[in-house]
RNA sequence: GGCGCGGUGGUAGAGUGGUUAUGCAGCGGAUUGCAAAUCCGUGAACAGCGGUUCGAAUCCGCUCCGCGCCUCCA
């Protein structure tokens, strides 16, 4: 099978035709930087490194571009309450984005592009959108005219009538029409702004994605991630700008977006505390459990994110480090993924059903601890962005992965002298030292190569 | 109000018009000085009501329940 991808745009699993299959591209919204990314943000980026690891074994090039939003109000309003220079805060929030997520295993994207750097590119678009008639300068603003677009709302499936009725927000008198979106507004003082034919000004929300976006990959591309929640008004707006400045039909032929994350059952929101940020989760659990949980259901579906689940998802890398620890010796082959497990990926990232088959391969492994069968785990693991982590590092907390607190040194003592009483057939004291060491949260296991050890 | 999504065994979570998902938990067994790990075996489900069909949990309709979006939230 080719791979099949659920296209938004269609609303329906269509099978993945590249305009250039030596060359696939792929844009996903990415971070805001004002804060830690929590799980939410998360579950996007590892969606879409899974995708760009099965589109590099199926294509010979992708470019992933994946956008930095430096300049928007959220960050002005953060800078205004702490006090802090607008540009430590997002250089700091950046890089603590991109430690959490090399935490996940998400690869760095081929191209990081940051909206600050790309003003120019934005104001050449606006300028464009003006000339052909679709946006216009209003009070300081520049807008979108909606109106202008026959096809607008293609993608959310809305129609306008039914937004204008339906809208929460009151309509600013500088719009010709209630649906217009900001493409450009004026900037105050204290807030960040670029000199542009329309006044001193910032870009509106839409604008850095439609422009970054042709810049890196053309006026037309194969793939755009995002959220859920980006299909309106997000995505529907980059739509309406990027088709209407390159005058095309078409601005991605495939919209993927994933659904949203829950927390122990209930919507995640800041008021209800239920807010976790990666960075906080990383101090319990290592990242490549938050990574594997979240690959645990299907990238469309809801999410209901819980301890529970993340205790579950490390026990079950638990076992999959347990059987490569136990077969450390066996150097694995360098064999492809089964189909099974490629036919699953290609059905619209189909992570849980791929993992089941993984867990098939886990089992010939343990039963069959062959070069082959640890190849084609590994194969596995390495599509799914699993199985990483330094072996040891994993059961001890060796590494700095999570919490360790256990000295290694003083476990191996104790694990030397149980050894001796063992053949010394003292099994007594044998038995006390298991005792001690479980009392530490160190549980023993006898294998044939000697006794290992792992942290409870 | 508009648009859309979902309800599967104790639990997480796939899938299919007729045939075992898989993991965890449970139960039985093998193995082990005892354990752990591993292996073997095993019970258990498709929200409700109609309809289509030789046959539906899978298609259609309705009902109930839950959820998302509707102008800057991944």
């Not at 076992?319 to 490629?342: N, S, W």
Request: hydrophobic share 40%; net charge negative; charged share 25%.
């Amino acid at each position: 099978m080719t791979l099949h991808i659920y296209n938004t745009l269609t609303r329906k699993k269509e099978a993945f035709k590249p305009i250039d299959p030596q060359h696939v591209g792929m844009y996903v919204c990415g971070p805001t930087v004002y804060d830690f990314a929590h799980i939410g943000n998360a579950r996007p980026v590892i969606v879409f490194d899974v995708m760009c690891r099965l589109l590099q074994t199926l294509y010979p090039k992708v470019t992933y571009v994946r956008n930095i939003t430096d300049v928007d109000d959220k960050i002005n309003a953060k800078a205004k309450e702490t006090g802090e220079d607008i540009r430590t805060i997002t250089e700091r929030t950046a890089a603590m984005f991109h430690e959490d997520m090399a935490a996940l295993n998400a690869k760095a994207p081929s191209i990081e592009p940051r909206a600050t750097e790309h003003i120019a590119e934005m104001i050449e678009m606006i300028e464009r959108l003006i000339e052909y008639g679709h946006a216009y300068a209003a009070d300081g603003h520049v807008l979108f005219h909606v109106p202008s677009m026959p096809n607008y709302g293609e993608l959310s499936r809305r129609k306008m009538e039914d937004m204008i009725a339906g809208a929460r927000v009151e309509v600013a008198s500088y719009k010709k029409d209630p649906a217009d979106f900001v493409l450009w507004k004026p900037s105050e003082d204290d807030v960040p702004g670029w000199d542009s034919p329309w006044g001193r000004g910032r870009p509106g929300w839409h604008i850095e994605c439609s422009a970054m976006s042709r810049k890196y990959l053309g006026d037309t591309f194969d793939i755009h991630g995002g959220g859920h929640d980006l299909v309106f008004p997000h995505h529907e707006n980059e739509i309406a700008q990027s088709c209407c400045a390159n005058k095309t039909d078409k601005f991605a032929n495939y919209w993927m977006h994933n659904g949203h994350l829950m927390v122990e059952g209930e919507k995640m929101s800041k008021s209800l505390g239920n807010f976790f940020t990666v960075h906080e989760l990383l101090e319990e659990v290592p990242g490549e459990a938050l990574r594997f949980y979240m690959l645990s259901s299907q990238y469309r579906s809801p999410f209901d994110f819980t301890k529970d689940g993340v205790r579950e998802a490390k026990a079950t890398l638990d076992r999959f480090y347990t059987a490569l620890r136990q077969h450390k010796d066996v150097v694995a082959a360098d064999v492809a993924a089964p189909d099974a497990f490629m036919e699953a990926l290609k059905d619209d990232l189909n992570t849980p059903l791929a993992i089941s088959v993984m867990h098939e391969c886990l089992s010939a492994f343990n039963k069959d601890p062959s070069a082959h069968n640890k190849g084609v785990l590994m194969a596995c693991a390495n599509l799914l962005g699993i199985l990483e982590q330094d072996i040891e590092g994993w059961f001890t907390g060796a590494g700095d992965q999570g919490a360790g607190g256990v000295d290694g040194a003083a476990v191996q003592a104790l694990i030397d002298e149980r050894a001796t009483a063992k053949l010394n057939k003292d099994f007594a004291t044998a038995d006390r030292i298991r005792d001690e060491l479980d009392a530490m949260g160190v549980v023993l296991e006898d294998g044939a190569g000697g006794t290992s050890w792992k942290l409870k």
